[in-house]
């Protein structure tokens, strides 16, 4: 890829997150989460054209559907890491 295409790829990967971002506050928790993650690793597969879209939209979902619910447990995702 060129410096112009990486470039091109970054924002729009970046425009879909924070599109995602956006409808994640409607939903919120672990749906929510899923949103982003979609729309980022569908937007990074159709840019960067090295992936299936669909695939790597599921797996971007379900990592940041993993992440945002690990982040929003009250005790920590090893437990007991309250203060």
Do not use: H, K
């Not at 790829?9 to 599109?19: D, K, R, Y």
């Amino acid at each position: 890829m060129l410096d112009g295409e990486i470039l091109g790829c970054v924002a729009l990967t970046a425009l879909a997150g924070c599109l995602g971002w956006g409808i994640r506050g409607v939903f919120g928790g672990q749906n929510g989460a899923m949103v982003p993650g979609a729309l980022m690793g569908a937007a990074l597969a159709t840019a960067g054209s090295r992936s299936s879209p669909v695939v790597l939209a599921a797996v971007g979902a379900a990592a940041w559907s993993i992440g945002g619910v690990a982040s929003l447990r009250r005790d920590g995702i090893c437990g007991g890491t309250r203060g």
